[in-house]
């Protein structure tokens, strides 16, 4: 194995074997100090980069490898890490990147989450309170049902029948029961209207630590813009001393042999 993309197909290889989806490893691996968004699992299996220990480590349990097995896994990994990326090139700017990369791709998860759950809330919200104004029109109804039966009977004047009684009755009980059945509507409305404002403060947090996130990052990146460029400058500096320190010796040669041609004798 000698590239990062060897590296991805193995790993592809163990996750077809579990059968499982990036959906479920996600999921699993939410369970563990350390888990990861789908889309940082895509990248890793993709072979865009390479993935860290606790990630391989993460993935690998998911996927059913025993903790015994993990040992080859990690030394193949490691001889990547330090072949892909050189010591004097920063290797800890770049590992402040990719944690930096990894969270923010789980906070944007979590955003794109937070954001659906407000939409599903207010939807739900929505369609409660439409049904709570059809209700509450079928309650006004019965209401206007039940005066006209009693404005009725007292402009006849007439002896009340047993029917306008059960009729009567009837008309109560619905309107009770629909009485009930609204505030019930009511009550959940407002659960539903406290659970849609607190996912919306939820989504105003993820977002101001997602926005924080992006500064942080670009705060390193162009940190490690500055040091790359600052060690192919000195890297640049190196090769010309070099090519420098090469003319001089070849001068120098050349010198000597001028010299031991003077002091050959006549």
């Given at each position: ?54 990630q391989l ?30 010591q ?5 700017l ?43 029109t ?17 402009a ?19 309107h ?9 509507m ?39 813009e ?41």
């Open positions: 194995m000698s590239s990062v993309a060897d590296f991805a197909v193995l790993l592809r290889q163990v996750r077809s074997r579990s059968g499982k989806t990036y959906d479920e490893l996600a999921r699993s691996s939410s369970n563990r100090p350390k888990s990861l968004a789908k889309s940082t699992m895509t990248d890793l299996f993709n072979g865009a980069r390479l993935p860290r220990e606790h480590v993460t993935i690998l349990l998911a996927c059913g490898v025993p903790r015994e097995a993990l040992g080859p896994w990690q030394r193949a990994r490691a001889r990547l890490e330090t072949s892909t990326v050189p004097e090139l920063g290797l800890d770049v590992v402040v990147k990719n944690d930096l990369d990894d969270f923010s791709r789980d906070l944007s998860d979590r955003l794109a989450e937070a954001r659906q759950e407000v939409s599903d809330l207010r939807r739900r919200e929505q369609d409660l309170a439409a049904r709570l104004a059809r209700e509450e079928k309650c006004r109804q019965l209401e206007a049902d039940l005066e006209r039966l009693r404005s009725g009977r007292a006849s004047g007439a002896v009340v029948s047993p029917s306008d009684v059960r009729r009567e009755q009837e008309l109560h009980l619905l009770d029961r629909e009485r009930e059945h609204i505030e019930n009511k009550s959940e409305l407002a659960e539903i209207n406290q659970a849609r404002r607190q996912a919306e403060e939820h989504v105003e947090l993820v977002a101001a630590e997602s926005k924080d996130s992006e500064h942080q990052l670009g705060r390193v990146v162009d940190f490690m500055l040091h790359f460029t600052r060690a192919e400058f000195e890297h640049r500096k190196r090769e010309e001393l070099e090519q420098q320190l090469e003319e001089a010796r070849r001068r120098i040669a050349q010198l000597q042999r001028v010299l031991a041609m003077y002091q050959e004798p006549l």
